[in-house]
């Protein structure tokens, strides 16, 4: 959304700020899986969040899924060039471009500012995606956060955020079959939160991981 209270503080600015300060957790980790859970947790996600309003718009979030899933498979850097490419399919738009004003969300209760050098900003969170000294739950989490709290895209930033966590899991080989736990409200100030996600993540990949050691044990 583009409009909003014009006196709401910047959102942004507040995630910008403690965005370095966050302690992400350190994780002990998983094996990487070289295949994908039977439940494909994101495609069950938005059939049951989205499937039964909008069934049209339901089958283009999927195919942009898919179109991220073969990208992980590709090693393909995350920029904003390529989830661009997901969000025209996800909106059924030729032409999707990087946010011209400020952008409002919850009710107008946070406000996500816009500079001449807010995209570019964008562009460099999103690179760090890969940091390689970062576990991948905290890498994951912080990317799914920088687009909510960035904003990019003029609509479907939540699905948007959500197709790129998917993403640097794939990337990494790691998939989920449980994502509904994920989603509640996130706020831009909110350190311990954000933390608290990659804690959550975490614990959902190690939990995929058991469950499918069971599986192939059965």
């Known amino acids: 959304m583009t409009s909003g209270p014009g006196q709401a503080k910047d959102s942004l600015a507040d995630w910008l700020l403690i965005r370095p300060e966050i ?22 996600f938005y059939v049951a969040s989205r499937g039964g309003q909008d069934s049209e718009g339901t089958t283009r979030v999927l195919t942009a899924l898919d179109l991220a899933f073969a990208d992980a498979e590709q090693a393909r850097s995350l920029t904003f060039a390529l989830m661009a490419k997901w969000q025209r399919t996800v909106l059924g738009h030729d032409l999707v471009g990087f946010r011209t004003m400020p952008a409002f969300a919850k009710g107008g209760r946070e406000r996500y500012g816009l500079a001449p050098d807010t995209q570019a900003r964008f562009e460099r969170c999103l690179s760090e995606s890969a940091q390689p000294d970062l576990a991948v739950p905290s890498r994951a989490a912080r990317t799914y956060l920088d687009i909510l709290f960035f904003h990019p895209f003029q609509d479907g930033n939540a699905r948007a955020a959500m197709l790129a966590l998917a993403f ?13 736990p994920l ?28 469950r499918l050691t069971r599986g192939r044990q059965s």
């Open 183 to 210: 989603q509640t409200t996130r706020w831009a100030d909110d350190a311990e939160g954000a933390a608290d996600l990659a804690v959550l993540l975490g614990v959902l990949i190690a939990a995929a991981e058991r």
């Open 23 to 44: 302690s992400w957790p350190s994780w002990r980790g998983a094996r990487l899986i070289s295949e994908a859970p039977a439940r494909d947790g994101f495609r069950n």
């Open 168 to 180: 640097v899991l794939a990337r990494e080989g790691i998939p989920l079959d449980q994502v509904h």
